[in-house]
């Protein structure tokens, strides 16, 4: 089992960037390497969606379309931290961001496929 904890959300101007980290802790052993991560997104009246995964070596990332070019996903095994650099954010972007893990071993974009959640990280956008 893994817990996740988001940080680094905050209010931004159209443009502006950011980076939010998800930390990962958990029993012995069970660190972000033993977990393909990802990043998903809700919007207020929305579905959650795929925002971005790493493999488990973090050598393999996926993008969603909407964000492919302006977010980057990365992680730091050692630190057993996720991130997501965000740039050239649009109010679209606007948010909440949940960090989510899955014992899987190859990566995914359906929300059902991921077993462990973060508590979400609020990123408002101002045009």
């Known amino acids: 089992q893994v817990q996740l904890v988001e940080s680094g959300g905050g209010l931004v101007q159209a443009g502006d960037s950011l980076r939010l980290s998800c930390a990962a802790s958990?029993?012995?052993?069970?660190?972000?390497?033993?977990?393909?991560m990802g990043w998903f997104r809700q919007a207020p009246g929305k579905e959650r969606e795929f925002v971005a995964a790493i493999s488990r070596s973090g050598g393999t990332t996926s993008y969603a379309d909407s964000v492919k070019g302006r977010f980057t996903i990365s992680k730091d095994n050692a630190k057993n931290t996720m991130y997501l650099q965000m740039n050239s954010l649009k109010p679209e972007d606007a948010a909440v961001y949940y960090c989510?893990?899955?014992?899987?071993?190859?990566?995914?974009?359906?929300?059902?496929?991921?077993?462990?959640w973060g508590q979400g990280t609020q990123v408002a956008v101002s045009s």
């Open positions: 958990g029993r012995t052993g069970s660190t972000s390497s033993s977990y393909v």
């Open positions: 989510a893990g899955s014992s899987r071993f190859s990566l995914s974009r359906r929300s059902v496929e991921y077993d462990y």
